[in-house]
């Protein structure tokens, strides 16, 4: 387990060198790259203060109905998980004085910025 404090993680995401709503993190479970740009379109928010909950928490595929993680697919589609469950399959886990939190592993600034060119797949409407 990799635990950082808040300040390592912030630090992790400004490398990035993108704006805060295209950090980028990767699901533990599906290996999906997501930002909050993708929470929004998938319908988990409008806005970065309406989704700033979930990223780096809970899968995109929560809000596209993928359905669940155990379904086997291509990469890049998202699914069902969250960090809010009683198994442990992340990596990283921010310190704070409030506590310890799970949070899905920051990418590098490489996979971020090749991740706003290929956005996660959306699911057709229905």
Known sequence: M??????????????QGLPREDYAFKCPVCGTIQ???DLIAAGAGKTFE???RY???SCVGRWTGIGQHKLDREPGWGC??????????????????AG??????????EEA??????????????
């Not at 990799?2 to 490398?15: D, P, R």
């Not at 910025?113 to 229905?126: A, F, Q, R």
């Open 2 to 15: 990799n635990q950082v404090s808040l300040t390592e993680f912030q630090k992790m995401l400004k490398a």
């Open 35 to 37: 930002s909050a740009r």
């Open 50 to 52: 309406e989704v700033e």
């Open 55 to 57: 990223l780096a928490f």
């Open 80 to 97: 069902d998980w969250t960090l809010g469950g009683l198994l442990k399959v992340h990596s990283v886990e921010v310190v704070t004085r």
């Open 100 to 109: 310890i939190f799970p949070r899905f592993e920051p990418v590098t600034p």
């Open 113 to 126: 910025k090749k991740h706003l060119s290929e956005p996660i797949k959306l699911p057709p409407k229905k």
